[in-house]
């Protein structure tokens, strides 16, 4: 896909491939479009996603159709207690091939365009912080060396909101690495209908899926995001918001300067997949929830009050 023109018909030209994108992705999974959007905002902003949802929601399914439809290749990492840092960066072993023995570097899952990190919660603080360095610098540093990892590079980690046993809490350094917190909600009824049918009819549900444009072109279209415009005073909406997290009562911490940059960016790419060349208020207080949710830290009054995050953030949206 090349973005060549001048103004309304560049952005004709991305409208009309992320609708194929989703066309696609349509196939296989059955609603969601509001999560399915968001995690396509993130990706159009080179950002990590935190996906809470409970198990069977489609999780894997919707991460894996996704880069199928862009041709990205895939890895799934699923998060134990005993997983260990190099189950994910890799390792280097001894290769007698040759006639004599010497060390050659094995990639680990990390290695893929999308990686999905299931239930990441699971896995010991020291093998989540192996994710660390892969989601901010897009490498990975093994001995002595650091490896590049190939781009777009996406992890997309989930984590189960009703089971807590055994489970190592996200510090707060490393959910604000992550650009978006995405909720799956359960399907409407008629949804659910719909999926029952859809994967109990064939034994193995596989549509043949388009890819719509490829790794390059989403690079260019991640370029073309940052170019969209925001206004001044919008701007300024979006820095009041996030400084406003550092001042409310109910909160112990708010958000850092990070949280801005993300929710300008969010912004620009929803005002993308939405058909927009500019960003709207609208843009901004959509994507207020998502950037903000795992960025702020309820105090002990705000809890027993029964309020969440989300309320909070509301109440903030609209009192800026």
Same mark, same amino acid.
């Given at each position: 896909?090349?973005?060549?023109?001048?103004?309304?018909?560049? $952005?004709?030209?991305?409208?009309?491939?992320?609708?194929?994108?989703?066309?696609?992705?349509?196939?296989?999974?059955?609603?969601?479009?509001?999560?399915?959007?968001?995690?396509?905002?993130?990706?159009?902003? #080179?950002?990590?996603?935190?996906?809470?949802?409970?198990?069977?929601?489609?999780?894997?399914?919707?991460?894996?159709?996704?880069?199928?439809?862009?041709?990205?290749?895939?890895?799934?990492?699923?998060?134990?207690? #005993?997983?260990?840092?190099?189950?994910?960066?890799?390792?280097?072993?001894?290769?007698?091939?040759?006639?004599?023995?010497?060390?050659?570097?094995?990639?680990?899952?990390?290695?893929?365009?999308?990686?999905?990190?299931?239930?990441?919660?699971?896995?010991?603080?020291?093998?989540?912080?192996?994710?660390?360095?892969?989601?901010?610098?897009?490498?990975?540093?093994?001995?002595?060396?650091?490896?590049?990892?190939?781009?777009?590079?996406?992890?997309?980690?989930?984590?189960?909101?009703?089971?807590?046993?055994?489970? $190592?809490?996200?510090?707060?350094?490393?959910?604000?690495?992550?650009?978006?917190?995405?909720?799956?909600?359960?399907?409407?009824?008629?949804?659910?209908?719909?999926?029952?049918?859809?994967?109990?009819?064939?034994?193995?549900?596989?549509?043949?899926?388009?890819?719509?444009?490829?790794?390059?072109?989403?690079?260019?279209?991640?370029?073309?995001?940052?170019?969209?415009?925001?206004?001044?005073?919008?701007?300024?909406?979006?820095?009041?918001?996030?400084?406003?997290?550092?001042?409310?009562?109910?909160?112990?911490?708010?958000?850092?300067?990070?949280?801005?940059?993300?929710?300008?960016?969010?912004?620009?790419?929803?005002?993308?997949?939405?058909?927009?060349?500019?960003?709207?208020?609208?843009?901004?207080?959509?994507?207020?929830?998502?950037?903000?949710?795992?960025?702020?830290?309820?105090?002990?009054?705000?809890?027993?009050?029964?309020?969440?995050?989300?309320?909070?953030?509301?109440?903030?949206? #609209?009192?800026?």
């Amino acid at each position: 896909m090349k973005l060549t023109g001048k103004g309304s018909v560049k $952005y004709e030209k991305v409208n009309e491939k992320l609708a194929e994108i989703k066309n696609e992705v349509s196939k296989v999974i059955v609603g969601q479009e509001d999560v399915i959007d968001q995690v396509l905002t993130c990706m159009l902003c #080179d950002g990590n996603i935190l996906l809470e949802s409970n198990p069977g929601m489609g999780k894997t399914k919707m991460a894996s159709t996704i880069s199928q439809s862009i041709g990205l290749e895939f890895s799934r990492i699923q998060s134990t207690p #005993d997983l260990m840092p190099s189950d994910i960066t890799g390792t280097h072993i001894i290769d007698e091939s040759s006639g004599k023995a010497e060390f050659e570097f094995q990639e680990g899952p990390i290695f893929a365009n999308m990686v999905l990190a299931d239930e990441i919660n699971r896995a010991t603080p020291k093998t989540q912080s192996a994710l660390l360095e892969a989601m901010q610098e897009k490498q990975v540093t093994v001995g002595n060396r650091s490896y590049e990892l190939e781009r777009p590079f996406f992890l997309i980690a989930t984590q189960n909101p009703i089971e807590q046993e055994g489970t $190592y809490p996200l510090p707060e350094a490393q959910r604000d690495r992550f650009m978006m917190k995405i909720k799956l909600d359960f399907p409407e009824h008629e949804e659910e209908q719909k999926i029952v049918k859809r994967f109990t009819e064939e034994l193995d549900f596989e549509p043949e899926l388009n890819k719509v444009i490829s790794k390059a072109s989403l690079v260019k279209l991640q370029e073309f995001t940052r170019q969209v415009p925001i206004a001044d005073d919008i701007l300024n909406d979006v820095v009041n918001i996030v400084r406003a997290t550092r001042k409310k009562q109910e909160l112990d911490y708010g958000a850092s300067p990070r949280a801005s940059i993300n929710l300008v960016l969010a912004a620009k790419g929803h005002a993308l997949i939405n058909n927009r060349n500019h960003v709207s208020q609208k843009d901004v207080n959509s994507m207020a929830k998502p950037v903000l949710r795992h960025r702020i830290g309820l105090s002990f009054a705000a809890e027993k009050k029964g309020l969440t995050e989300d309320d909070i953030v509301e109440d903030i949206v #609209d009192d800026v």
